[in-house]
Protein backbone atom coordinates (compact mmCIF):
# COMPACT_ATOMS: atom_id res chain seq x y z
CA UNK A 1 0.00 0.00 0.00
CA UNK A 2 1.40 3.66 -0.65
CA UNK A 3 1.11 6.01 1.59
CA UNK A 4 -0.01 9.39 0.40
CA UNK A 5 2.27 12.55 1.20
CA UNK A 6 1.73 15.96 1.24
CA UNK A 7 4.03 18.54 0.90
CA UNK A 8 4.90 20.84 3.76
CA UNK A 9 4.51 23.99 1.37
CA UNK A 10 0.57 22.96 0.36
CA UNK A 11 -0.27 23.73 4.13
CA UNK A 12 2.23 26.51 5.09
CA UNK A 13 3.98 27.30 8.52
CA UNK A 14 0.75 28.13 10.06
CA UNK A 15 -1.68 25.59 8.39
CA UNK A 16 1.42 22.63 9.50
CA UNK A 17 1.39 23.81 12.91
CA UNK A 18 -2.65 23.60 13.05
CA UNK A 19 -2.58 20.11 11.74
CA UNK A 20 0.10 18.39 14.33
CA UNK A 21 -1.66 20.91 16.88
CA UNK A 22 -5.07 19.67 16.93
CA UNK A 23 -4.40 16.40 18.49
CA UNK A 24 -3.11 18.00 22.11
CA UNK A 25 -5.43 19.46 24.24
CA UNK A 26 -4.35 20.66 27.78
CA UNK A 27 -5.69 18.67 29.97
CA UNK A 28 -3.85 20.00 32.91
CA UNK A 29 -5.95 22.54 35.24
CA UNK A 30 -2.43 24.97 35.63
CA UNK A 31 -2.61 25.16 31.99
CA UNK A 32 -3.61 28.43 31.14
CA UNK A 33 -3.20 29.04 27.46
CA UNK A 34 -1.55 26.73 25.09
CA UNK A 35 -0.61 26.92 21.08
CA UNK A 36 -1.68 29.84 19.79
CA UNK A 37 0.06 32.75 21.30
CA UNK A 38 3.00 34.66 21.29
CA UNK A 39 3.94 32.65 24.17
CA UNK A 40 2.53 29.56 26.56
CA UNK A 41 0.52 30.61 30.11
CA UNK A 42 0.68 28.43 33.04
CA UNK A 43 -0.77 29.35 35.94
CA UNK A 44 1.31 29.70 39.10
CA UNK A 45 -0.76 30.39 41.68
CA UNK A 46 -0.60 34.26 42.43
CA UNK A 47 0.42 34.91 38.48
CA UNK A 48 1.32 33.60 35.74
CA UNK A 49 4.36 32.00 33.88
CA UNK A 50 4.61 32.47 30.55
CA UNK A 51 7.02 30.31 28.29
CA UNK A 52 8.29 30.63 24.35
CA UNK A 53 10.67 29.22 22.16
CA UNK A 54 12.26 30.17 19.22
CA UNK A 55 15.02 28.91 17.00
CA UNK A 56 17.43 30.73 14.41
CA UNK A 57 19.12 28.12 11.59
CA UNK A 58 21.65 28.82 9.45
CA UNK A 59 20.44 29.46 5.58
CA UNK A 60 17.26 30.33 6.79
CA UNK A 61 17.21 32.72 9.32
CA UNK A 62 21.13 34.17 9.11
CA UNK A 63 23.90 33.98 6.37
CA UNK A 64 27.13 33.46 8.09
CA UNK A 65 28.36 35.41 5.50
CA UNK A 66 27.04 39.03 6.58
CA UNK A 67 26.03 37.92 10.21
CA UNK A 68 28.70 38.80 13.08
CA UNK A 69 28.46 35.74 15.52
CA UNK A 70 28.12 38.24 18.28
CA UNK A 71 24.94 40.02 16.71
CA UNK A 72 23.52 36.25 16.35
CA UNK A 73 23.78 35.76 20.02
CA UNK A 74 22.02 39.10 20.93
CA UNK A 75 19.54 38.24 17.92
CA UNK A 76 18.25 34.82 19.50
CA UNK A 77 17.82 36.41 22.97
CA UNK A 78 16.04 39.38 21.67
CA UNK A 79 13.45 37.63 19.60
CA UNK A 80 12.43 35.25 22.27
CA UNK A 81 12.05 38.00 24.50
CA UNK A 82 10.07 39.87 22.08
CA UNK A 83 7.77 36.98 22.29
CA UNK A 84 7.49 37.57 26.37
CA UNK A 85 6.73 41.28 25.82
CA UNK A 86 3.84 40.34 23.54
CA UNK A 87 2.34 38.86 26.17
CA UNK A 88 2.62 41.60 28.74
CA UNK A 89 5.11 39.74 30.47
CA UNK A 90 8.43 40.23 32.49
CA UNK A 91 11.71 37.32 30.89
CA UNK A 92 12.90 36.11 33.86
CA UNK A 93 15.34 32.80 32.70
CA UNK A 94 16.74 31.19 29.55
CA UNK A 95 17.97 27.78 28.07
CA UNK A 96 20.16 28.21 25.00
CA UNK A 97 20.90 25.09 22.30
CA UNK A 98 23.66 25.09 20.21
CA UNK A 99 24.12 22.85 17.14
CA UNK A 100 27.31 23.40 16.29
CA UNK A 101 29.43 22.52 13.11
CA UNK A 102 32.80 21.52 13.56
CA UNK A 103 34.51 24.54 11.50
CA UNK A 104 33.51 26.58 14.62
CA UNK A 105 36.50 27.30 16.76
CA UNK A 106 36.04 28.10 20.95
CA UNK A 107 36.82 31.39 20.27
CA UNK A 108 33.80 31.51 17.46
CA UNK A 109 31.38 30.14 19.95
CA UNK A 110 32.07 32.73 22.43
CA UNK A 111 31.63 35.11 20.14
CA UNK A 112 28.08 34.12 19.92
CA UNK A 113 28.09 33.81 23.71
CA UNK A 114 28.89 37.29 23.95
CA UNK A 115 26.01 38.60 22.25
CA UNK A 116 24.07 36.54 24.33
CA UNK A 117 25.77 37.94 27.35
CA UNK A 118 25.00 41.22 26.30
CA UNK A 119 21.24 40.89 25.69
CA UNK A 120 21.12 38.69 29.10
CA UNK A 121 22.14 42.28 30.43
CA UNK A 122 20.23 44.61 28.47
CA UNK A 123 17.17 42.18 29.35
CA UNK A 124 17.69 41.73 32.47
CA UNK A 125 17.39 37.72 32.20
CA UNK A 126 19.40 34.68 33.63
CA UNK A 127 21.17 32.18 31.76
CA UNK A 128 20.06 28.84 33.60
CA UNK A 129 20.81 26.05 30.83
CA UNK A 130 20.94 24.54 27.54
CA UNK A 131 22.61 22.23 25.54
CA UNK A 132 25.22 21.55 23.22
CA UNK A 133 25.32 19.16 20.31
CA UNK A 134 27.48 18.88 16.84
CA UNK A 135 25.35 19.78 13.77
CA UNK A 136 26.02 18.64 10.14
CA UNK A 137 23.74 21.65 8.81
CA UNK A 138 25.32 24.75 9.92
CA UNK A 139 24.73 26.68 13.25
CA UNK A 140 21.38 26.03 14.79
CA UNK A 141 20.94 28.37 17.98
CA UNK A 142 17.29 27.79 19.85
CA UNK A 143 16.69 29.59 23.04
CA UNK A 144 13.86 29.25 25.23
CA UNK A 145 12.45 32.13 27.73
CA UNK A 146 10.51 31.94 30.68
CA UNK A 147 8.83 34.96 32.08
CA UNK A 148 6.29 36.19 34.21
CA UNK A 149 2.90 38.54 34.04
CA UNK A 150 0.30 39.32 36.75
CA UNK A 151 -2.71 37.66 35.80
CA UNK A 152 -4.85 40.73 35.77
CA UNK A 153 -2.18 42.36 32.85
CA UNK A 154 -1.80 39.47 30.72
CA UNK A 155 -1.92 40.45 26.99
CA UNK A 156 -3.66 37.81 24.14
CA UNK A 157 -4.19 37.90 20.72
CA UNK A 158 -7.85 37.04 20.74
CA UNK A 159 -9.12 39.65 22.88
CA UNK A 160 -8.94 42.79 20.75
CA UNK A 161 -12.58 44.37 20.49
CA UNK A 162 -14.44 46.38 18.11
CA UNK A 163 -13.51 50.77 18.99
CA UNK A 164 -10.32 49.67 20.12
CA UNK A 165 -7.11 51.40 18.80
CA UNK A 166 -4.31 49.87 16.68
CA UNK A 167 -0.59 50.59 18.05
CA UNK A 168 2.48 50.23 16.73
CA UNK A 169 6.09 50.46 18.49
CA UNK A 170 9.15 51.81 16.32
CA UNK A 171 9.04 51.66 12.73
CA UNK A 172 8.18 49.24 10.48
CA UNK A 173 9.86 47.81 7.23
CA UNK A 174 13.58 48.82 8.48
CA UNK A 175 14.84 45.19 8.99
CA UNK A 176 13.59 43.85 5.62
CA UNK A 177 15.37 46.58 3.67
CA UNK A 178 18.11 45.97 6.01
CA UNK A 179 18.16 42.96 4.08
CA UNK A 180 18.19 43.75 1.02
CA UNK A 181 21.09 45.96 1.46
CA UNK A 182 23.21 43.03 3.10
CA UNK A 183 22.42 40.93 0.29
CA UNK A 184 23.23 43.07 -2.51
CA UNK A 185 26.86 43.99 -0.70
CA UNK A 186 27.57 39.99 -0.05
CA UNK A 187 27.05 39.38 -4.16
CA UNK A 188 29.02 42.63 -4.78
CA UNK A 189 31.81 41.02 -2.78
CA UNK A 190 31.21 37.67 -4.09
CA UNK A 191 31.67 39.05 -7.32
CA UNK A 192 35.05 41.18 -6.34
CA UNK A 193 35.99 40.50 -2.82
CA UNK A 194 38.03 43.35 -2.67
CA UNK A 195 35.35 45.67 -3.30
CA UNK A 196 34.74 47.32 0.42
CA UNK A 197 30.88 46.64 1.41
CA UNK A 198 28.77 50.55 0.59
CA UNK A 199 27.00 50.75 4.30
CA UNK A 200 27.25 54.22 4.39
CA UNK A 201 23.89 55.84 5.39
CA UNK A 202 22.27 52.61 6.23
CA UNK A 203 23.64 51.68 9.71
CA UNK A 204 20.27 52.16 11.17
CA UNK A 205 18.52 49.36 8.79
CA UNK A 206 21.54 47.23 8.51
CA UNK A 207 21.60 47.63 12.31
CA UNK A 208 17.81 46.47 12.04
CA UNK A 209 18.45 43.39 10.46
CA UNK A 210 21.23 42.08 12.65
CA UNK A 211 20.63 43.52 16.09
CA UNK A 212 17.01 43.71 16.80
CA UNK A 213 15.61 44.93 19.87
CA UNK A 214 12.59 43.57 22.16
CA UNK A 215 10.44 46.27 22.79
CA UNK A 216 11.02 45.72 26.92
CA UNK A 217 11.25 49.60 27.01
CA UNK A 218 7.76 49.86 25.79
CA UNK A 219 6.30 46.83 28.47
CA UNK A 220 7.31 48.86 31.12
CA UNK A 221 6.06 52.27 30.26
CA UNK A 222 2.56 50.96 29.73
CA UNK A 223 2.89 49.58 33.03
CA UNK A 224 3.95 53.45 34.19
CA UNK A 225 1.54 54.85 31.97
CA UNK A 226 -1.39 52.34 33.78
CA UNK A 227 -1.98 51.10 30.43
CA UNK A 228 -2.97 47.63 30.11
CA UNK A 229 -3.04 46.67 25.97
CA UNK A 230 -6.78 44.55 25.37
CA UNK A 231 -4.41 42.53 22.84
CA UNK A 232 -0.80 42.42 21.80
CA UNK A 233 1.79 40.42 19.36
CA UNK A 234 4.88 41.25 18.20
CA UNK A 235 5.76 41.63 14.45
CA UNK A 236 8.14 39.12 13.39
CA UNK A 237 6.38 38.06 10.21
CA UNK A 238 5.39 41.77 9.25
CA UNK A 239 2.59 43.87 9.83
CA UNK A 240 0.16 42.69 7.32
CA UNK A 241 0.37 38.45 9.08
CA UNK A 242 0.14 40.15 12.34
CA UNK A 243 -3.16 41.91 12.28
CA UNK A 244 -4.45 39.34 10.64
CA UNK A 245 -3.58 37.17 13.29
CA UNK A 246 -5.40 39.40 16.10
CA UNK A 247 -8.07 40.14 14.03
CA UNK A 248 -9.22 36.26 13.06
CA UNK A 249 -8.18 34.73 16.63
CA UNK A 250 -10.43 37.98 17.81
CA UNK A 251 -13.15 37.95 15.47
CA UNK A 252 -13.00 41.24 14.40
CA UNK A 253 -12.18 43.38 11.65
CA UNK A 254 -9.41 46.23 11.26
CA UNK A 255 -9.09 49.59 9.28
CA UNK A 256 -5.41 50.75 8.98
CA UNK A 257 -4.30 54.21 7.77
CA UNK A 258 -1.94 54.38 5.32
CA UNK A 259 -0.32 57.55 6.01
CA UNK A 260 -0.07 56.68 10.44
CA UNK A 261 2.35 53.93 9.47
CA UNK A 262 5.91 54.51 11.20
CA UNK A 263 8.31 54.20 8.14
CA UNK A 264 11.90 55.46 8.97
CA UNK A 265 13.25 58.32 7.04
CA UNK A 266 16.32 55.70 6.20
CA UNK A 267 13.64 53.30 5.41
CA UNK A 268 12.46 55.69 2.73
CA UNK A 269 15.86 56.76 1.34
CA UNK A 270 16.66 52.72 0.73
CA UNK A 271 13.55 51.56 -0.88
CA UNK A 272 14.31 54.61 -3.46
CA UNK A 273 17.69 53.58 -4.09
CA UNK A 274 16.29 49.85 -4.00
CA UNK A 275 13.45 50.41 -6.32
CA UNK A 276 11.42 48.41 -3.39
CA UNK A 277 7.77 49.88 -1.93
CA UNK A 278 8.68 50.91 1.95
CA UNK A 279 4.59 50.51 2.56
CA UNK A 280 5.00 46.78 1.05
CA UNK A 281 8.11 46.96 3.25
CA UNK A 282 5.96 47.86 6.15
CA UNK A 283 3.23 45.78 5.91
CA UNK A 284 5.14 42.22 4.71
CA UNK A 285 9.07 42.47 5.51
CA UNK A 286 8.80 41.29 9.19
CA UNK A 287 11.56 40.79 11.38
CA UNK A 288 11.10 44.10 12.58
CA UNK A 289 10.09 42.86 16.49
CA UNK A 290 7.98 45.84 17.69
CA UNK A 291 4.88 45.35 19.06
CA UNK A 292 1.45 45.21 17.44
CA UNK A 293 -1.28 46.10 20.15
CA UNK A 294 -4.97 47.64 21.04
CA UNK A 295 -5.75 49.87 23.76
CA UNK A 296 -9.55 51.08 25.25
CA UNK A 297 -10.22 54.52 23.67
CA UNK A 298 -10.27 55.34 27.07
CA UNK A 299 -6.40 54.82 27.33
CA UNK A 300 -5.64 56.76 24.88
CA UNK A 301 -4.60 60.10 26.55
CA UNK A 302 -2.12 58.04 29.18
CA UNK A 303 -0.17 56.93 25.55
CA UNK A 304 -0.80 59.83 23.27
CA UNK A 305 2.22 61.54 23.72
CA UNK A 306 4.78 58.54 24.19
CA UNK A 307 7.05 58.95 21.00
CA UNK A 308 7.75 55.59 20.74
CA UNK A 309 4.07 54.85 19.99
CA UNK A 310 2.20 55.30 16.44
CA UNK A 311 -1.57 54.91 16.31
CA UNK A 312 -2.29 53.48 13.00
CA UNK A 313 -6.06 52.62 13.15
CA UNK A 314 -8.75 50.74 14.87
CA UNK A 315 -10.58 48.01 15.25
CA UNK A 316 -13.99 47.26 13.77
CA UNK A 317 -17.01 44.50 14.01
CA UNK A 318 -16.48 43.39 10.61
CA UNK A 319 -14.59 39.69 11.35
CA UNK A 320 -11.77 39.21 9.61
CA UNK A 321 -12.17 42.36 6.96
CA UNK A 322 -8.88 43.89 7.21
CA UNK A 323 -8.96 47.06 5.26
CA UNK A 324 -5.73 49.36 4.37
CA UNK A 325 -6.53 52.86 3.89
CA UNK A 326 -4.49 54.43 1.49
CA UNK A 327 -2.86 57.59 0.80
CA UNK A 328 -4.62 58.46 -2.27
CA UNK A 329 -8.02 57.25 -1.12
CA UNK A 330 -8.30 53.44 -1.78
CA UNK A 331 -9.45 50.80 0.51
CA UNK A 332 -7.29 48.08 -0.12
CA UNK A 333 -8.24 44.50 1.64
CA UNK A 334 -5.46 43.13 3.58
CA UNK A 335 -5.36 39.23 2.71
CA UNK A 336 -3.74 36.05 3.75
CA UNK A 337 -1.89 36.32 0.58
CA UNK A 338 0.66 39.00 1.59
CA UNK A 339 1.72 36.67 4.13
CA UNK A 340 3.87 35.22 1.05
CA UNK A 341 4.76 38.89 -0.58
CA UNK A 342 7.82 37.84 -0.35
CA UNK A 343 8.57 34.10 -0.81
P1 LIG B 1 5.77 33.42 17.06
O1 LIG B 1 6.02 33.98 15.68
O2 LIG B 1 5.13 34.37 18.00
O3 LIG B 1 7.02 32.76 17.63
P2 LIG B 1 4.76 31.15 15.74
O4 LIG B 1 4.07 31.65 14.53
O5 LIG B 1 6.16 30.62 15.60
O6 LIG B 1 4.71 32.26 16.87
O7 LIG B 1 3.91 30.01 16.39
C1 LIG B 1 2.52 30.15 16.59
C2 LIG B 1 2.08 29.20 17.69
O8 LIG B 1 2.35 27.84 17.31
C3 LIG B 1 2.82 29.40 19.01
O9 LIG B 1 1.88 29.22 20.05
C4 LIG B 1 3.86 28.31 19.01
O10 LIG B 1 4.21 27.92 20.32
C5 LIG B 1 3.15 27.19 18.29
N1 LIG B 1 4.06 26.23 17.62
C6 LIG B 1 4.95 26.50 16.64
N2 LIG B 1 5.58 25.40 16.22
C7 LIG B 1 5.09 24.38 16.97
C8 LIG B 1 5.35 22.97 17.04
N3 LIG B 1 6.27 22.39 16.26
N4 LIG B 1 4.63 22.24 17.93
C9 LIG B 1 3.72 22.82 18.74
N5 LIG B 1 3.42 24.14 18.72
C10 LIG B 1 4.10 24.91 17.86
MG1 LIG C 1 5.52 36.35 18.33
Known amino acids: MTQSRTEIATLGEFGLIHRLSEGFQPALPDTVRGIGDDAAVMDLGGEYGLITTDMLVEGVHFDLAFSPLRHLGYKAISVNVSDIAAMNGIPHQVVVGLGLSNRFSVEAVEEI ?6 ACEDFKVDLVGGDTTSSRSGLIISVTVFGKVAKEKVAYRN ?8 CVTGDLGSAYMGLQILEREKQVYM ?30 ELEEAGVVPTSMIDVSDGLASEILHICSQSKVGAILVEENLPIDEQTFLVSTELNLDPVTAAMNGGEDYELLFTIRQDDYNKVKNNPKISFIGY ?13 GGNRYPITAQGWNHFS
Open 113 to 118: YAGVKA
Open 159 to 166: TARPNDIL
Open 191 to 220: ANPNMQPELEGKDYVVQRQLKPEARMDVVY
Open 315 to 327: ITDKAGEVILNTK
